[in-house]
C-alpha cells in the first residue's frame, strides 16, 4: 500500500492524490493494527472506505488532461549529476567501510554460505538456500571472488557496498518526488550520510531501501508512462528485482498491477468522462485494455527471469564436508 502511494505521487495527477494519501493512512493504520490490533482495523477499514467513496463520486477532475511522456532536465543539471553521483558514492563508501569486528553467525553466515557455494557452481534456490538474492549472497560472491577473503572483510566491504547502492536508491526515489537531479542528490546524501552517522550498525538503516532498488527503478520508469514500451521494460526491473530480492520484486508486482487498475479504471476513464465507475467496470474495451498491459509487463518478468535462468551454471563442483564445515 505504501508503494501504491509513492507511485500515485510519483505520477503527480491530482485526480488520485487524495486517494493516495489515504492508501498512505491505511499503510500506517495496518501497521499498527499488525502491532496492536483492536480498533485499529475498523479506522483502517474506514480509511479504506472513504478512499473508495472518493474514487467512486468525485467528478470534478473529469476533464483535466492527461499528459504522458519523459519529462526534460536541464543539460547542467544532467552533467554535474552525472559527475557528482559517482564522487559522492565513492566518498560515502569510504566513511561506510569499518573493520568488522563482530560476525553474525546467523545472517553473515547465510550470506558468506551461499555466496561461496555460488563460486563452486551452484545453482541459486537448488544447491543451497539463497534466502537473500543478489542483494547480498550475489554480491557477497562477488567480493569474495575479487579479493579472496571469505570472512570479516567480505562481510565489512558488503556494508559498505550496500550504504551504496541504499544512497542510489534513495537518488532515484528523491527523483521521483521532486523531478530535479541536482536537489534529488543533496536529499540522497544527507540521509545517507545521517543514516551512517547515528547507526552503530551502518547497514541496518539503508537495509530496506537496499531491498527496493529495482522496484524504485521500475516505478520511475511507468512513473513517465505506461505505453507498452514502458510495461515491457517495467517488467524487465520487476523481474530482476525478483532477482535482486525475492520479496521486494513480489511486492513491486503487486503495486504496479494495483496502479494499472487505476489507471484504466480511474484516470484515463471516469475522470476524464467516460462514464461512471460502475459503467467502466463493466466496459470491455478497458478490461481488454488492462490484460493486455499486464501481458506486456508480465512479458518482461519472464523474459528477465528466463534469462537470468539460462545464464545459470549447470555444472555443480561438491566439495565434501565444506558447507558442513562453514555450516557448523
Not at 543539460?75 to 565513492?90: D, E
Not at 567480505?154 to 557496498?161: G, H, Q
Not at 528477465?304 to 561438491?318: E, G, I, T, W
Request: hydrophobic share 50%; aromatic share 10%; charged share 10%.
Amino acid at each position: 500500500m505504501l508503494g501504491v502511494t509513492v507511485f500515485v505521487l510519483w505520477v503527480g495527477k491530482r485526480s488520485l492524490g487524495l486517494a493516495a494519501l489515504g492508501f498512505g493512512a491505511a499503510a500506517l493504520g495496518l501497521i499498527v493494527a499488525y502491532y496492536s490490533g483492536g480498533i485499529v482495523l475498523l479506522v483502517l477499514l474506514a480509511l479504506i472506505a472513504c478512499s473508495l467513496i472518493y474514487a467512486i463520486w468525485n467528478d470534478r477532475l473529469r476533464d483535466e488532461r492527461i499528459v504522458d511522456g519523459p519529462e526534460t532536465f536541464s543539460r547542467r543539471a544532467l552533467w554535474a549529476t552525472c559527475i557528482l553521483l559517482p564522487l559522492v558514492a565513492g566518498w560515502l563508501f569510504l566513511v561506510a567501510i569499518q573493520p568488522t569486528k563482530e560476525l553474525d553467525i546467523h545472517h553473515d553466515g547465510e550470506v558468506l554460505t551461499s555466496a561461496i557455494d555460488l563460486l563452486d557452481g551452484g545453482i541459486p534456490f537448488r544447491t543451497f538456500f539463497w534466502p537473500h538474492g543478489v542483494s547480498d549472497s550475489g554480491v557477497g560472491a562477488l567480493i569474495i571472488g575479487l579479493t579472496g577473503n571469505q570472512g570479516m572483510g567480505t562481510i565489512a566491504v558488503l556494508r559498505a557496498t550496500t550504504v551504496v547502492v541504499g544512497f542510489l536508491t534513495l537518488f532515484m526515489f528523491a527523483l521521483g518526488m521532486l523531478r530535479e537531479p541536482i536537489a534529488s542528490l543533496l536529499f540522497a546524501t544527507v540521509v545517507s550520510l545521517v543514516a551512517i552517522l547515528i547507526s552503530t550498525s551502518i547497514r541496518d538503516p539503508l537495509l530496506t531501501t537496499v531491498r527496493s532498488l529495482f522496484p524504485i527503478l521500475a516505478f520511475y520508469l511507468l512513473s513517465l508512462g505506461t505505453h507498452r514500451r514502458a510495461l515491457f521494460c517495467g517488467g524487465i526491473l520487476i523481474g530482476l528485482g525478483y532477482i535482486w530480492r525475492i520479496d521486494s520484486g513480489v511486492f513491486c508486482l503487486a503495486t504496479v498491477f494495483i496502479y494499472l487498475c487505476c489507471d484504466r479504471y480511474y484516470r484515463r476513464g471516469y475522470a476524464c468522462g467516460e462514464g461512471s465507475m460502475a459503467d467502466l467496470l463493466l466496459n470491455p474495451r478497458t478490461f481488454l485494455g488492462l490484460c493486455g498491459d499486464v501481458s506486456f509487463l508480465l512479458l518482461g518478468v519472464v523474459c528477465a527471469l528466463a534469462v537470468v535462468r539460462l545464464s545459470n551454471p549447470r555444472v555443480v563442483h561438491n566439495h565434501p564436508g565444506g558447507h558442513a564445515a562453514l555450516s557448523s
